[in-house]
C-alpha cells in the first residue's frame, strides 16, 4: 500500500475510556454512526478500533 492509497487514521490515540465505552456500547447493539457520535470519532475509526479488539458492531438499517 503507498503512501496515497492508505487510509487516514486519526492523529490521537484512543484512550482507555474510550476503549471501554466502545466495548459496553458495542454489547448494547447500537449502529456504528451511532457509537462514533457518543464518543467523537469517525464511524471508519470505530468499525476499525472495533475489529482490533475483536468487537462485534451493528449494522446501519437503511
Known amino acids: 500500500m503507498t503512501a496515497s492509497t492508505r487510509l487516514r487514521t486519526s492523529t490521537h490515540p484512543w484512550t482507555a475510556a474510550q476503549e471501554a465505552e466502545l466495548?459496553?456500547?458495542s454489547r448494547s447493539n447500537l449502529a456504528t454512526v451511532e457509537i462514533a457520535a457518543r464518543i467523537s470519532?469517525?464511524?471508519e475509526e470505530v468499525f476499525a478500533r472495533a475489529h482490533e479488539l475483536g468487537l462485534t458492531l451493528k449494522r446501519a438499517q437503511n
Do not use: D, E
Open 23 to 25: 466495548r459496553q456500547l
Open 41 to 43: 470519532r469517525t464511524p
